[in-house]
């Protein structure tokens, strides 16, 4: 039966395809397709990891057997025998050999999407004891992961993304069909890892639109809905789904009518992203030739050949806590790695500025996944960005170091976030001088770089005066502006009808920074999300603003505003808006 689930809509598009369900905390699985040579190496894998556990369990058994009911309980040996025929479980088995051999999935992957299938059997139960067995069930499946994981893959690399469209769907039934990941939240760090995977789109249960996880599931340029509440209860195991990344809406079970409806869709967006990339070489120049620069915000130096293709002039932020994040036992980037990660996104920009955000962690940026357990009540108020830079000097000198010697090999500029007081901005910068000065102690050399600050608290947009004196330019981060102006968690899909980028005050906090900036001369950009959303462009080129960086898939539609627009004529329309009580209004009126 075909039903729809609204969301909120993150990146534009529309995906086909079946879905994938990822139960909470199984995103750490390795999600591949493998040749149809390997799938009995795959089975093998999975069955030496279930004959490993069952060795463990007979082991146990053995061992509770010479021991006392207090040391041993009866509970306990009743347990491993639920375990044992958990491990012969029948539909398990099969149900995992079949997702390996249909459907080509790695053994690991196999093994989650069969928990999940049975955990919703589970779930149906109306037998209390029988529905407590799911707890099992997931014990047993995360036994076998970790033998697989000590067993290592003989699978090197995962296969590029496939793209279908709906019309070799209809045609194509085969394992390639388009696969769409339905989970209840996902990390950054964990759609990190999917940026070289083979999902065509993304649903998440919770998260907001500016959300850490709706930003990178945004730079990988393929539909995303987030906060789409019970998606991941509702939808099953290999459902046909659509999503419609322009609306946050997710179709499941369509009929062949709402199949076809949507398949012309993804044709008319294909054909106009085809349209928008003949703009790339085309200057970003308005109609009263106001030059615009348009840069782009990356997470990884890899994705400086996504900037590249998409025609921006340089990168106006690299979230570069991307580095740190996902990576186990407290382990953090050298200043070797962190120079060299660097030096590559410089040279994968060809000449061109980068600008380079020293780390902001913590909120929804945890560093590691356990850390999320430790989390403040208020963790978007507490020791983020620059506050936890500098509450760990050491960490921070070593990356700025990094930096500053990656600004030998090209145009490099420094970007500090969330700081909001001038006793930060002071020991911000003498950190600087001082690790310049380690770096001349030691001999190693470095390079000049301008030193620029978020504007992203409202208690910097009111205090500009002091930043504009120590930084050489500042960049305005309305994602977060927004949530701390407003009082509203950018995370928290219950109150994301209130998240308002068009709130007066937010807009005149934005006006201000821009109008200021070019009193006294000094850059100003805008990266917050804002930036690359295209009902703003006339807004943002009227309040003056000249650069703006968004992820390189919004650069070419957002080119297109401007090359239609006239700055001049735009400024007094501008002005109305910023005064208005209703600037949304105000902006289509
Ligand atoms: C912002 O807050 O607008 C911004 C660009 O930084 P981030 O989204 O990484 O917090
Ligand atoms: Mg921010």
């Not at 393929?222 to 322009?246: E, F, M, T």
Request: proline fraction near 5%; aromatic fraction near 6%.
């Amino acid at each position: 039966m075909t039903f729809s689930i609204q969301g909120i809509a993150v990146a534009r598009g529309i995906a086909i395809g079946r879905a994938v369900i990822l139960g909470s905390g199984r995103a750490d699985v390795a999600h591949y397709f493998v040749e149809p040579a390997q799938v009995p190496a795959e089975i093998e894998r999975v069955r030496a990891g279930r004959n490993a556990v069952v060795d463990e369990i007979h082991r146990l058994q053995v061992t509770i057997a010479g021991m006392g009911p207090k040391e041993a309980p009866h509970e306990l040996s009743a347990l491993l025998d639920v375990h044992l025929m958990l491990l012969q479980d029948e539909e398990l088995i099969t149900g995992v050999k079949h997702w390996i051999t249909d459907r080509l999935y790695n053994a690991e992957w196999a093994l989650t999407t069969q928990l999940e299938v049975l955990s919703r059997q589970f779930d149906d139960m109306e037998d209390d004891y029988l529905r407590e067995r799911k707890a099992d069930l997931e014990q047993v499946a995360e036994r076998i992961l970790r033998y697989m994981k000590g067993m290592g893959s003989p699978v090197a690399q995962p296969p590029a993304p496939k793209r279908k469209t709906q019309q070799d769907l209809l045609l194509d039934d085969s394992v390639d069909v388009p696969l769409v990941l339905v989970a209840h939240d996902l990390s950054p760090a964990d759609m990190l890892q999917f940026k070289q995977s083979v999902f065509a789109g993304f649903v998440t249960d919770v998260g907001g639109k500016t959300s850490h996880t709706a930003i990178v599931a945004r730079s990988l340029d393929i539909p995303a809905v987030v906060g789409a509440r019970s998606a991941s209860n509702l939808v099953r195991q290999d459902d046909w789904v659509i999503i419609d990344g322009d609306t946050g809406v997710m179709i499941v079970d369509p009929s062949p009518i709402i199949l076809a409806e949507y398949g012309f869709k993804q044709r008319q967006a294909e054909l106009e992203r085809g349209r928008l990339s003949r703009l790339r070489h085309t200057p970003a120049v308005t109609l009263d030739d106001q030059r615009v620069e348009l840069l782009a915000n990356i997470e990884l130096p890899e994705d400086a050949a996504a900037a590249l293709k998409a025609g921006a002039v340089g990168v106006g932020l690299f979230r570069s806590e991307f580095l740190f994040m996902g990576r186990h036992g407290g382990d953090m980037p050298d200043e070797e790695e962190q120079y060299l990660a660097y030096c590559k996104a410089i040279a994968g920009m060809q000449g061109l500025p980068v600008t380079i955000r020293t780390l902001d962690v913590g909120a929804d940026k945890p560093l590691e996944e356990q850390h999320r357990d430790l989390a403040h009540l208020n963790p978007a108020l507490g020791l983020r960005a620059i506050r936890w830079s500098l509450a760990e000097p050491e960490m921070f000198r070593t990356q700025l170091r990094a930096i500053l010697r990656s600004a030998v090999h090209g145009k490099v500029n420094l970007l500090v976030p969330m700081i909001a007081h001038a006793s930060e901005i002071r020991q911000t910068l003498s950190l600087i001088d001082f690790a310049r000065a380690e770096l001349d102690n030691r001999g190693t050399p470095y390079g000049p770089v301008a030193i620029g600050a978020m504007i992203e608290i409202p208690a910097a947009a009111l205090s500009l005066r002091t930043f504009l004196k120590y930084f050489d330019f500042l960049s305005i981060g309305t994602n977060d502006l927004i949530q701390y102006t407003l009082a509203i968690d950018r995370a928290d899909e219950s109150v994301a009808h209130l998240y308002d980028p068009c709130h007066p005050a937010v807009l005149r906090l934005v006006a201000d920074t821009i109008a200021e900036c070019r009193r006294h001369g000094k850059g100003v950009s805008v990266c917050g999300e804002m930036a690359g959303d295209t009902q703003f462009t006339r807004l943002l080129l009227g309040l003056g603003l000249r650069s703006f960086s968004m992820h390189p898939a919004q650069i070419l539609a957002v080119k297109q505003e401007v090359l239609r627009a006239d700055a001049g004529r735009l400024e007094p329309w501008s002005q109305r808006v910023l005064d208005s009580e209703d600037p949304a209004l105000a902006m289509v009126g």
